[in-house]
Structure formats: C-alpha cells, structure tokens
C-alpha cells in the first residue's frame, strides 16, 4: 500500500470524488483521501492523501489559495459559473479603469454569501442538494480574505485575474459580486487553482509539479511513482525530531504515553530531545530511525502523549 502525500492535478470535468476513485483503481487500494475540493469545471492543485496519510486529512483543512480565474461580466447564472442556467444578461457599460478599481475594491476582508451550489451544510444538508429541488436557502455571509488581486487582462466582458485568498472562499462569490457591484453582474467562466499553502505546515504544492491522472497511472505501471509521493514526516518541517530508545519503542508501538527517558539523545543534528512545553507537537521516530508517530506534550503528566500515529 502506498503511504504519503501527492499533488495531483485535477482535470475539467472531473469531480473531486472522480479522482479519487480514479487514484483507487490506478493504485489499487482503497485508503485515498482528499483535501479542499475542487468543483467539477475548474482544474488544478487537488491535494490527495495514501493509505496512513488519510489520518492528516483532517490537518491539512485549513488552507491559503491561488487561483487564476475569469470572469464573464453581463450575464449571471444559478450556480455563479458558466456551467448553470443563465438568469439574465445585462449590457456592460463599465470602463476598463471601473472594471479594475470594482475588482481591486475586494482586496482585503469582506463578508462574502456563499453559492447554493455548494457543499456548505444546513440542518444536515448540503446546499447543492436544496438547489438542485429548487430550493432557495437564505445564506448568512462568512468573512473571507482576498490576500491580493493581479489582473491579467481585460477583455470586455472578459476578465482574466489571478487571486489569492484565504480557506473558504468561493471564486464564483466573488465574480458575482464583482458583477453585481458593477451593475451588470457577473459569472466565473474559469478556473484554475495554482497553488495550496498548508498554513499548519507551511508545506506548498504548485501546479508545476501536479500529476494528472494519466501521469500517475504510467509512473505505476514503471514503477517510478513512490519518487513522487511525499511521506507524512516532510509535511511537517517546523515539528522537531526525536528519537526514542529500545524501551521507548515498546511503548511506542503500543502508543503509550511517552517520558523523558524513552528518549534518545543522538548526536545526529537532525534529532533533538523534545521540547517540554504543554502541547508542543514532535515526530516520533523509531531507534531505527524510521517515522512512527506525532506526539504532543502534556504538561499535567510530564509526558508526551500520541496524537496520531502512522504504524
């Protein structure tokens, strides 16, 4: 079974979901998991997660972005994209300069009304699922953050911008708004996602070095593809490493808590003895020095505790 962390490259037409049952026959096993989804129309970083890995899903949430999208001004949609029903069409009579300064005015924290077509739940369901009955559901706005916008041409009615922005944000909010700011209103006729920051890790993926899915399966078939699987120790470059001794791993392999003298004090530079402040994070590593587990301190017991292990 393989174990890590990919960076794949999400196709159009593919949902999220896609890819990974996708990834499951290519790699054949079950044990897949991803992070930040990716609606069916846009492509790019899709951040997927083998076999022990899955376990940091959960980690690897909350996230900075950056996308390259455009923008259709002049006509608005049922779900915000090109993808949906046009609900009507305005004649767009902004200036590039008023096109630029509407688009530059959301640079910063606002309040943003995520779409119906999503994946954000109310009372135990999905918005997406109200819309496709045709159920409006009233949305209260959730501040986001547009780290900063580049505008990369105007085309009118076409906008092409790059945009980075904080977790939660939707690129078919903000085309919307900037259309209805404008006065014409406006959909997202594309996207693609360029990069994921991992802001608990401060690990990043590029689109430059994303497989697709016909990469993936070819890498398997020579087997190359483990050269491309980051393990779940180098997601975490900040966490200090430590090394336990042989009674250390006895009681490491059963998750026990963890003492001071369970530690090994190797020369190596790369290892250390953990720090001893309440809930500081290390990598636990065997004495052989292979990765086994993240452990967290605990300051009422004098003793680190496991927080997720990876046997």
């Not at 499951?24 to 022990?52: F, M, S, W, Y």
């Not at 949430?61 to 046009?86: F, H, N, P, Q, V």
């Not at 509407?102 to 910063?108: Q, T, Y």
Request: proline share 3%; with cysteine; net charge negative.
């Amino acid at each position: 079974m393989y174990n890590g962390i990919i960076n794949v490259y999400k196709e159009k037409g593919y949902t999220s979901f896609d890819v990974v049952a996708k990834l499951r026959g290519i790699l054949k096993q079950k044990k897949i998991g991803h992070t930040g989804t990716l609606d069916p129309d846009a492509e790019g970083v899709l951040v997927v997660c083998l076999g022990n890995a899955t376990k940091i899903c959960d980690l690897l949430t909350d996230k900075d972005k950056r996308y390259e999208a455009t923008l259709l001004l002049g006509k608005t949609s049922d779900t915000e994209d090109s993808s949906g029903e046009i609900l009507s069409e305005s004649e767009v009579k902004s200036s590039e300069d008023e096109v630029r300064n509407a688009i530059m005015s959301f640079v910063g924290e606002y309040d943003q009304i995520p779409p119906m077509y999503s994946a954000i739940k109310v009372n135990g369901k999905k918005l997406y699922e109200f819309a496709r009955q045709g159920i409006e559901i009233e949305r209260s706005p959730r501040p986001v953050v547009i780290h900063d916008i580049d505008i990369k041409d105007i085309s009118l009615p076409y906008v092409r911008f790059s945009v980075s922005c904080s977790k939660g944000t939707y690129i078919r909010s903000l085309c919307r708004d900037i259309g209805d700011k404008l006065i014409c209103g406006g959909l997202m006729d594309g996207l693609v996602r360029n990069s994921v920051n991992i802001s608990e890790t401060g690990m990043r993926f590029d689109i430059k070095d994303a497989l697709k899915l016909k990469d993936i399966e070819k890498l398997v078939e020579v087997s190359e593809f483990e050269k491309y699987i980051l393990t779940i120790d180098k997601m975490f470059p900040n966490l200090k490493k430590v090394l336990v001794n042989d009674n250390g791993s006895k009681r490491l392999r059963n998750g026990n808590v963890l003492f001071k003298k369970d530690f090994l004090n190797h020369g190596d530079e790369a290892y250390s003895m953990p720090e001893k402040e309440d809930g500081t994070e290390c990598l636990v590593y065997d004495a052989d020095g292979t990765f086994k587990a993240i452990y967290r301190y605990d300051e009422s017991i004098h003793g680190w505790k496991a927080y997720k292990m990876f046997f």
